[in-house]
């Protein structure tokens, strides 16, 4: 994966989980993520070893289990 790919994932979860307005299967994960400000984040490093490491279906899996994104902590 594409770490870009990683970051707008992220996104699209966040909102899933943080809004009302926002349902992830609706609008089929799509969400609007500038690279410029993916560039700039702190945790970089740790989105660029989540693509690396792992596949799209593992984030999601990753991220219902919060217990072993230990090793990510930065994300």
Known sequence: MDPFDV??????LKLHFTTESYDITKH???VRGKRETFL????????????????????????????????YQGF
């Open 40 to 71: 700039q984040r702190k945790d970089l490093t740790a989105i660029r070893k989540l693509a690396r490491d792992f596949s799209k279906k593992e984030i999601i899996e990753l991220s219902r289990n919060k217990g072993k994104v230990k090793a």
């Open 28 to 30: 089929k994960g799509v």
């Open 7 to 12: 970051y707008k994932l992220y996104l699209a």
